[in-house]
């Protein structure tokens, strides 16, 4: 779904500059870090565990580098997005401090609440570059008799 949306930006006589393409670059780091994730089993102990946790946290770092680098990379967001994603990240780091330094969160729970917010700065990501992509073109109907 990413190439297709960035095909789409293109498509609409949009150029892909450097911005985009480094979005597009971190996009696809997600996507394979999220697949990467259910690879390996979090079975407990053993190597595959420590690998699932370690792939888990670099979810955590991409998406927070997402979010920081959306401000410089992408052109023209709004107030909304800035301010959601602002405090997503904020959310995102009080979880990962609550987790790794605090031993407040099990892992699981960690792990459901840092995808649960991920997930919902993602979508608002997405309608940001499909409204981005968007040509602004209307269509009307018109019934001649």
Same mark, same amino acid.
């Given at each position: 779904?990413?190439? !297709?949306?960035? /095909?789409?930006?293109?498509?609409?006589?949009?150029?892909?500059?450097?911005? =985009?393409?480094?979005?597009?670059?971190?996009?696809?780091?997600?996507?394979?870090?999220?697949?990467? %994730?259910?690879?390996?089993? &979090? /079975?407990? /102990?053993?190597?595959?565990?420590?690998?699932?946790?370690?792939?888990?946290?670099? =979810?955590? !770092?991409?998406?927070?580098?997402?979010?920081?680098?959306?401000?410089?990379?992408?052109? &023209? %967001? &709004?107030?909304?997005?800035?301010?959601?994603?602002?405090?997503?990240?904020?959310?995102?780091? =009080?979880?990962?401090?609550?987790?790794?330094?605090?031993? !407040?969160?099990? =892992?699981?729970?960690?792990?459901?609440?840092?995808?649960?917010?991920?997930?919902?700065?993602?979508?608002?990501?997405?309608?940001?570059?499909?409204? !981005?992509?968007?040509?602004?073109?209307?269509?009307?109907?018109?019934?001649?008799?």
């Amino acid at each position: 779904s990413v190439d !297709y949306l960035f /095909n789409w930006i293109q498509m609409s006589q949009k150029k892909l500059t450097w911005k =985009l393409w480094a979005m597009r670059i971190l996009m696809t780091l997600f996507a394979i870090d999220l697949g990467a %994730i259910g690879v390996f089993a &979090n /079975n407990g /102990n053993g190597w595959q565990h420590h690998l699932h946790d370690k792939i888990a946290m670099w =979810l955590v !770092y991409i998406v927070l580098v997402m979010i920081i680098g959306s401000f410089f990379l992408l052109d &023209n %967001i &709004n107030k909304e997005f800035i301010l959601t994603s602002i405090v997503e990240a904020g959310l995102m780091a =009080l979880g990962y401090i609550l987790f790794m330094f605090v031993h !407040y969160l099990s =892992l699981t729970a960690f792990e459901i609440i840092e995808f649960g917010l991920a997930f919902t700065w993602l979508i608002q990501l997405l309608q940001f570059l499909r409204r !981005y992509a968007d040509t602004g073109d209307e269509v009307f109907t018109v019934t001649v008799e």
